[in-house]
């Protein structure tokens, strides 16, 4: 399938986002903080970034989306990110901008997050992007 690294300062979400992913046959790897993404970009090959906008300490997700598409340059990024309706679209809109492949609001569904792994991720067989049975 391919590695993923999930990048969110909310232990909910990243071990929801790693449940989900591995059931569809991805390699996970999880950050907690935007430092600590940047530096697993820096070491590993990955075929998929998931990184929150709004995070905790010196390091958010805009400057981790613009540093990988700088490090790895044809990983595809999904933005996503909570903070109230308007502030969210608009953080999102800026991680799109900014090189993010496409956005995603919190809170979403399985079924939200396999469409955006379709768009983004093309070449992958279907077969996945769909849980297993």
Do not use: W
Request: hydrophobic fraction near 45%; charge should be negative.
């Amino acid at each position: 399938m391919g590695t993923v690294l999930v990048i969110d300062d909310h232990a909910y979400m990243r071990a929801l986002l790693r449940e989900h992913l591995e059931g569809l046959g991805f390699t996970v790897i999880t950050a907690s903080d935007g430092a600590e993404g940047l530096q697993v970009l820096e070491r590993e090959n990955l075929d998929l970034l998931i990184s929150d906008i709004l995070m905790p300490g010196e390091i958010e997700g805009i400057e981790v989306i613009a540093t990988a598409c700088e490090l790895q340059p044809d990983i595809p990024i999904i933005a996503i990110s909570a903070g109230g309706k308007a502030a969210a679209e608009g953080y999102l809109d800026a991680a799109v901008a900014l090189g993010a492949s496409t956005a995603l609001g919190k809170p979403f569904n399985l079924d939200d997050l396999i469409e955006v792994l379709r768009e983004v991720m093309p070449d992958q067989p279907d077969q996945t992007v769909h849980p297993a049975p």
